[in-house]
């Protein structure tokens, strides 16, 4: 079974600096997606990121860029000038590319962004 | 246009008594998922509509748990004899693309059972 793993519960940050939100999993499957979702206080999840796994290059949206390293089963999430409308859970979702619907999130790290 | 609409945006309700959640997809959007997010947790799949398939159900945790979808609209998640530690967020997302990761959710249904 695939678990995804998010081993701070919380992270907190300066505002303007970098901050990085860890996140590993387990698969045994070669083809995959790794997403970072955004969680505010509304409820309202937001996709952040997407990295394909057959994808060398990491990918980067504007402030948020991702470490992908596939032989370690590790896809961490650094947030650069980090902003207070930044503050939110961060969720890692693993999603297997024969799978269809099923994405499988882990914990979530509750981000704080001090001013 | 408007994005996922949930309703109603809290729900209490007694043990044992029947709920019907309410999702209104993008338009246009042929995918639908109903996540449930229990406190501090993160996200479990419930169910997966794409358009008239047959809808993927094995996320369902019980028999008390049924959803419906019609066509490319309206989604109801109905959960029969509520029980405490059905009390979470449902969240319902949509998609444009079958099987693609959801990126439009809505603000989900925070449901207490007491």
């Known amino acids: 079974a695939q678990t995804v793993t998010q081993s701070q519960p919380e992270m907190s940050v300066q505002e303007a600096e970098t901050v990085t939100l860890s996140c590993t999993y387990d698969t045994s499957e070669s083809d995959y997606y790794l997403f970072w979702y955004k969680q505010p206080p509304s409820r309202q999840m937001i996709l952040v990121i997407r990295?394909?796994?057959?994808?060398?290059q990491n990918a980067t949206e504007n402030r948020f860029s991702v470490n992908f390293q596939k032989a370690a089963k590790s896809f961490s999430l650094k947030i650069s000038d980090s902003q207070l409308g930044d503050a939110a859970m961060y969720f890692c979702?693993?999603?297997?590319?024969?799978?269809?619907?099923?994405?499988?999130f882990g914990e979530g790290t509750q981000l704080t962004v001090n001013p | 246009g408007a994005g996922v609409s949930q309703s109603p945006s809290n729900k209490v309700t007694e043990k044992g008594k029947d709920v019907e959640l309410r999702c209104d997809p993008i338009?246009?959007?042929?995918?639908l998922y109903w996540y449930r997010q229990r406190l501090g947790q993160g996200l479990e799949f419930l169910i997966y509509f794409q358009g008239n398939s047959a809808p993927d159900k094995s996320g369902l945790p019980s028999d008390r748990f049924s959803a419906e979808r019609t066509g490319e609209s309206v989604s109801t998640l109905t959960i029969q004899r509520t029980q405490q530690e059905d009390s979470a967020v449902y969240l319902c997302?949509?998609?444009?693309?079958?099987?693609?990761?959801?990126?439009?959710f809505g603000s989900g249904t925070r449901l207490t059972v007491v």
């Open positions: 997302a949509s998609s444009l693309v079958p099987l693609y990761p959801p990126g439009d």
């Open positions: 990295q394909e796994a057959y994808k060398q």
């Open positions: 338009s246009g959007h042929t995918a």
């Open positions: 979702a693993y999603k297997p590319e024969t799978s269809g619907s099923r994405l499988t």
